[in-house]
């Protein structure tokens, strides 16, 4: 089972950035796609970015342009870089992990980290 530790939230203005990081443990992290999703209370959890096992990655509309998720097999990581934060950023962020794109969101969850973006 792989376990993974988000990190890296915390309130941050309009405007402002944050850098989020995720810990793997226990898989072969370099073969796996990643993911980073994001929770508003009472809604659905929503892919925001994704990154192949062979560095290729996509994201959300709402986020194209402002974040960039990268990995470092190296250090087990996945990073998500998170510029032009608008309130509307506002969620729990989590990572996940897939043999593919297609199949994230489906294994175990870490405890995610807090994003509160406010004047």
């Known amino acids: 089972q792989v376990q993974l530790v988000e990190s890296g939230g915390g309130l941050v203005q309009p405007g402002g950035s944050l850098r989020l990081s995720c810990a793997a443990s226990?898989?072969?992290?370099?073969?796996?796609?990643m993911g980073w999703y994001r929770q508003h209370p009472g809604k659905q959890r929503e892919l925001v970015a994704a990154?192949?096992?062979?560095?290729?990655?996509n994201y959300a509309d709402s986020v194209k342009g402002r974040f960039t998720i990268s990995r470092d097999n190296a250090k087990m990581t996945v990073s998500l870089q998170m510029n032009s934060l608008k309130p509307e950023d506002t969620a729990v962020y989590y990572c996940n992990q897939g043999i593919s794109i297609a199949t994230l969101g489906f294994g175990s969850w870490g405890q995610g980290t807090q994003v509160t973006v406010s004047s």
């Open positions: 990154i192949t096992s062979g560095g290729s990655t």
């Open positions: 226990g898989s072969i992290f370099s073969m796996y796609a």
